[in-house]
Structures are given as C-alpha cells and as structure tokens.
C-alpha cells in the first residue's frame, strides 16, 4: 500500500562475508525493518517464487528497467521478497 510504514520487525537474513570461502560465503545475520527502511521512501514488491516464467521474464526485469524513473520520483531503495528461502534465492 502506498504510503504504509513498515512495522518493526526482525528479519533473519543471508549476508555476504568475504572472510568465508568457497561456494557460499554467506552468514546469517539478524537485520531490523529500521536497518532496511528508517528515514527512507522505498518500493517493496514481491515474487511469487523464483525462476517462474512471469517473474523472471517481466517483473523483475521491469523493476530493474524502471530503476532510474523511481529514483527520479523520490524513491530511495527497490526491494524485492520471495516466498523461496535464502538458498534459492541466492541461486
């Protein structure tokens, strides 16, 4: 919804950690709504799941595409969800 404040929440999340070799250089990490959002006006959509025909093809390409337009609107940050897990994802 427009205009909505994300509630404060804690997200447990994949991150990139050079210091961890090989193929999945990733920790788990605890981030808060505020370590995403605070102070910021962002676009949050969603996948309905990885390597689908349509998200793969169209929506978030478009987001991609449009990057420039919704940062000229105000818009500070573009995030995308899913509802695979991290290790699809990050496939």
């Not at 605890?30 to 309905?48: A, E, I, M, Q």
Request: charged share 25%; net charge negative.
């Amino acid at each position: 919804m427009i205009g909505r404040r994300v509630p404060n929440v804690t997200f447990h999340t994949r991150v990139r950690d050079e210091s961890i070799e090989g193929p999945n250089p990733f920790r788990w990490a605890d981030k808060t709504s505020d370590d995403y959002f605070k102070g910021k006006r962002v676009v949050v959509f969603s996948l309905p799941g990885a390597f689908t025909p349509t998200c793969s093809t169209y929506q978030l390409p478009d987001f991609e595409k449009l990057y420039d337009d919704f940062k000229a609107k105000g818009i500070d940050e573009i995030y995308c969800i899913s509802v695979n897990d991290a290790f699809v994802m990050n496939a």
